[in-house]
């Protein structure tokens, strides 16, 4: 029987074929391209969302730079306004709605017409004597919207607008009338009946207020105020009026303007000299000596919302701002705060507006001005008519305005005018605001107070953002970097891989978290152990030197029984020890160094001190950027070259020496890293600041007082802003420098990290 033969099979070849090499060619060109593109596609996604998002902040900061317009829309001579030349309108009003004007003629009669037409709404007559003859036209500051007319027999009649608001069929009806905040009879001012040649008048806490300068030149301040019986609903009228020491002879006053605080009383006179008069006891009233003002003959005077600050226009078109100011001795004084841009004529007019600082001039030759005192800023300034601008009446929500010509035309203009507080003087100078003795840097945006002037300097918002990164670098980055080095040249590979990961997840621990904390707990310890606390920054790094010599002291026999990188971990009981005896020591203390109380004697020796304060802040926040500084500059430390360390030891550098010499410059770009993304880290903390500061913002680098950050500050107060506001506008522009700040910390840190590693590259 034949054996059976083996027939060899040929072996699959391991080559793929050229079909095969096709195909796995073009899954290969397919991965790259989608690799290739798809991280092109996500890197242009960043640039683009980065560029949506300065897009977008440049949206809603854009309008605050903007200046003012004024738009005619149409020009009329209603025949309300139409007028007879011995009754000219002396005074013009626009309602909050801007729907009705009101025209106030020096005869008393009052015409409310549509703005949009020129059609009659109703007229009125303010009550005079018989016989009586006008004489002089004054009126409050806007939001009190008082209205006095004097007389030849001394008499004067007040009255304000009221405007009835209904909805009947869903539709709004204004119903304007006079109401007569003292009863409808005139009030006699001047009891020997001369006329009145000069008047002003402001509503205050003691009642209405009015000075008066008589034909005879004598000068009036009159008290009145009316009481209204709850039971019987009767009203009582009581009045004082008190002699004020008349002006040196040859002076002749051109305007008179009180307060509405009751205290002062200004006269201007044809001299261009303001005169300041203390009436807050009215029996004893104290003139003070006269100020100067440049610029010409005064030719219009009215004080702004608040009658904090008064403006002044002159015959040669300047246009400047007083404010009433406390000297040196606790007096007040007219003092010169600001000028804007003049117009080119004589200014005759100057109207302030509605719950704000701002106002409108105009001069004899149809120019308009539109200015803003706190920022400075000259909004408009540009001719309107051919012919003087006599009457202005801008609406309280600032949107429209009626100019009332020599020639009786009426233009009605709308207005763009949304936020004329802010200026780059303003955010980044110096203000003197209203009530200061001089310009400061002040942030105080909102207030109570209708008459509020806003304060958005961003000067205090840069300094606390950078005082509290300051702080808390301080004390991470000592702790950081030098754990850092320690971790990955001299600890063991098994306590770093236990120390390590622990210091990483310290990252992970929620901010409000550490806030809350330092806001509760670690503000008030900080405030009852400050002896402690100073005592440890001071006692442990000593303690530690000692116990590290101590121990190089020790014989060799037991040194040899602590496993090399283990070290450090004979330092925790001489730690807690040290710990434990400053706060155990701080009370005696405090008792035979400080008086009792350290912060206390911090305050008597003229260094403030707030419970919640940098010190709190530097200690929290830095401990929460510890964790970013310590891994980045742990990897860079532990990345460096096995065989440039080896060498150097070969050499016979000692360890240290190799630290210094190879380690940390070889290192440095990632350790420098490092501390630029932990100071990134804490200029864009949030929680922590605003939990642990205070929130105050204060122009200082004292460590023992709080402060305020650009981040902190836009949590707090953005929820609470109206929207498209100034004031929310500003906290986008906030948001703008925080993300200016960090883009130019980071570039000159990406810049100088490269210069680092192109300098020791040839390591």
Known sequence: MSEPVLVAKPMPSLMPTTEQRSRLRRIRQFKDNLSRYGVMSAGLAVVFSLGLIFFYLFSEIAPLFRGASVDITHRFTPVQLQQVESDPTEYLLLERYEEIG??????????????????????????????????????????????????DNGQVALTKVNYALSYPQDKRQI??????????????????????????????SSGILMGALTADKRLLLG??????????????????????????????????????????????????????????????????????????KITAMEFLVG?????????????????????????YEVKFVRAFDSLAGAVIRVVPEHARRGFWASDDKG??????????????????????????AVSPIHHRALLLDVSNELAVADVWNKHPEVSFSSLWQKVWYEGRESPEYIWQASSGSDNFEAKMSFVPLSIGTLKAAFFAMLFAIPLGVAGAIYTAYFMTPKLRGLVKPTIEIMEALPTVILGFLAGLWLAPFVENHLPAVFAILIALPIVMLITGYLWSRCPESLRTRVPEGW??????????????F???????????????????????????????????VGIVMGFAVIPTIFSIAEDAVFSVPRHLTQGSLALGATRWQTVVGVVLP????????????????????????????????????????????????????????????????VLFLAALVLLALTFVVNTLAEVIRQRLRKRYSNL
Request: net charge negative.
């Open 367 to 392: 120019n308009i001005g539109i200015y803003y005192g706190t920022s400075e800023r000259t909004l408009f300034l540009d001719s309107l008519a051919d012919k003087p601008i006599t009457q202005i």
């Open 567 to 580: 070290e450090a971990a004979m330092l925790i009981v001489p730690i807690i020890i040290t710990v434990w």
């Open 102 to 151: 009101a025209n106030f003629k020096r005869s008393g009669a009052v015409n409310f017409f549509a703005v949009n037409d020129g059609s009659p709404v109703l007229n009125a007559q303010v009550p005079r004597a018989e016989g009586a003859v006008f004489t002089r036209l004054a009126t409050s500051t806007p939001d009190q919207g008082l209205i006095a007319y004097g007389y």
């Open 307 to 331: 009658t904090a600050s008064l403006v002044i226009g002159t015959d040669q078109g300047q246009v400047s701002q007083w404010f009433l100011v406390r000297n040196s001795d606790n007096v």
């Open 666 to 729: 070889t290192a440095s770009p990632g350790i420098f890293s490092a501390m630029m993304m932990g100071f990134g880290r804490a200029v864009g903390e949030t929680m922590i600041v605003l939990m642990a500061t205070g929130n105050s913002p204060i122009v200082n680098f004292n460590i023992f007082e709080g402060m305020r950050t650009f981040s902190a500050n836009i949590a707090v107060e953005l929820p609470e802003t109206a929207v498209a506001s100034t004031h929310f506008r």
């Open 223 to 296: 008290i009145f105020s009316s009481n209204t019986n709850m039971i019987t609903g009767e009203e009582t009228l009581s009045q004082e009026v008190f002699p004020l020491p008349a002006l040196p002879e040859g002076v002749t006053p051109i305007a008179i303007q009180v307060d509405e605080s009751a205290q002062h009383l200004i006269i201007a006179d044809d001299n261009a000299q303001l005169w300041l008069y203390n009436i807050i006891n009215p029996s004893t009233p104290v003139r003070q000596a006269p100020v100067a003002v440049p610029g010409g």
């Open 175 to 204: 119903v304007p009338s006079l109401v007569y905040p003292l009863g409808d009879a005139p009030l006699q001012l001047d009891e020997q009946g001369a006329a009145i040649t000069q008047l002003a008048v402001q509503e205050t």
């Open 582 to 616: 400053c706060i155990v020591a701080s009370p005696f203390t405090e008792i035979w160094l400080f008086g009792g109380s350290m912060p206390q004697w911090f305050t008597e020796n003229g260094i403030d001190y707030s419970q919640r304060n940098a010190l709190v």
